[in-house]
């Protein structure tokens, strides 16, 4: 190529990066008051470092202060004001809050991207300030602009079960597990699965019991761990007449969860007193205990049901048994009481009572492994039987719960 021929193209190619470094030049640069301002300084500057910092360690007022103090050195920074209006929220000042991102959206040249983010934070503001239709409008706006943003439509959902608009929230969330990886299925089918047993409770409210049905078995196909829909359809079942299709939904229960099988002890003693074999309701609560052998609930279950027969002397030792297994339960040493008084206290009976208790955690407080619930009283130990490591805080916590389910 001759030299004369590459000039224009030597030419183009200057005018090109002149043109970049001027674009990058402008990008950063901005004239204010007759002076250049550097664009990135109010990011670079200690008080957005200072602000970030203090936000971080939860120093909120310091924290609007120092961001405040950076804005003043860029006033056109977008991001710190978008912050310093969250921050505003956090700490309550939702009018505030409002405020400066309703001014935001009046900034001329914004983004899709920028616009889209600022009416989120406005509708988490309206959110927290309990505007809850406005908070509705600015989600739906976003979701419009941007119908694949997650957070909005997380947000949409929420906003939905909080009004019980259970369909609303069932189809915001069929898409967010469109929009989901495979890495979140297992906890979008159980929330799918909690917003079908809620639509079919709302079913079940109004009357229709068949779509109520429905539901319930759909949450279940979703989630075996929705507790509630097999309770629920039962429930239903039994309203309809069927009294084996109730004792199905309910024994799957006992199977698939057969640590919340209690929920629905209730139910199956009067479903079996109904049918005439209480002996059923015994085989329920044996099995149980044999696949778990610390299921003090099934023993509690059990113990009640034979005192309730007459045949008190072999629910006594299924009490007894029940609390050495949970003797923070209130209702064990209640059920236990009732059934020595029916004995008029037999003077061994409640001395077998009385050592079961002095030898169990309510009064030496040994402690509980976590995993297999094996017993020891020291500080810190490994578990014999399961090698599990444990330690005083961890079995604190633990038999508390049951207590407090229980009382």
């Not at 900034?107 to 989120?120: D, F, G, Q, S």
Request: charged share 25%.
């Amino acid at each position: 190529m001759a030299s004369g021929d590459s000039l224009p193209l030597l030419v183009a190619l200057v005018a090109l990066l002149v043109g970049l470094a001027a674009g990058k030049a402008w990008e950063r640069y901005k004239l204010r008051d007759g002076r250049w301002i550097d664009r990135r300084r109010a990011r670079d500057s200690h008080h957005y470092v200072l602000g970030l910092n203090f936000l971080v360690s939860n120093q909120i007022d310091l924290a609007i202060e120092e961001l405040s103090q950076a804005t003043r050195v860029d006033g056109d920074a977008l991001e710190i004001h978008l912050i310093l209006g969250n921050v505003h929220r956090e700490r309550g000042q939702v009018a505030r809050a409002i405020q400066v991102h309703q001014a935001l959206l009046q900034r001329p040249k914004l983004t899709k991207v920028e616009h889209a983010y600022i009416l989120l934070c406005l509708g988490l503001d309206f959110k927290r300030g309990g505007f809850v239709d406005r908070a509705l409008e600015a989600f739906n706006e976003v979701v419009r602009m941007d119908p694949n943003n997650q957070y909005a439509l997380l947000y949409l959902q929420k906003l939905h079960e909080e009004q019980h608009q259970w369909a609303d929230a069932h189809r915001i969330r069929k898409q967010l597990v469109a929009l989901s990886g495979p890495d979140t299925q297992p906890r979008n089918q159980a929330i799918l699965g909690f917003l079908e047993n809620a639509l079919g409770s709302e079913a079940l409210a109004v009357g229709d019991r068949g779509r109520a049905a429905r539901h319930f078995e759909e949450a279940i196909a979703l989630d075996a761990g929705t507790v509630p829909a097999f309770l629920n359809l039962g429930d239903v079942r039994l309203m309809q007449g069927d009294l084996a299709g109730a004792e199905h939904a309910w024994d799957r229960l006992m199977t698939s969860s057969p640590e919340r099988a209690y929920l629905a002890f209730a139910r199956l003693e009067k479903l079996y007193e109904q049918l005439g074999q209480p002996h059923k309701f015994e085989a329920c609560c044996l099995r149980l205990v044999a696949v778990n052998s610390q299921d003090w609930r099934a023993r509690l279950a059990l113990g009640g049901h034979l005192a309730k027969r007459g045949r008190d002397s072999e629910a006594f030792e299924f009490l007894l048994t029940a609390l050495e297994h949970n003797p923070h339960g209130l209702t064990v040493h209640q059920a236990v009481w009732s059934v020595l008084l029916k004995l008029e206290l037999g003077r061994a009976l409640v001395q077998r009572y009385i050592e079961s208790a002095r030898s169990s955690v309510f009064f030496l407080d040994p402690h509980v492994c976590v995993k297999c619930h094996y017993r020891s009283t020291e500080l810190l130990w490994q578990c014999p039987h399961c090698h599990e490591w444990n330690s005083f805080v961890e079995e604190r916590i633990a038999p508390a719960q049951d207590a407090t389910v229980e009382m």
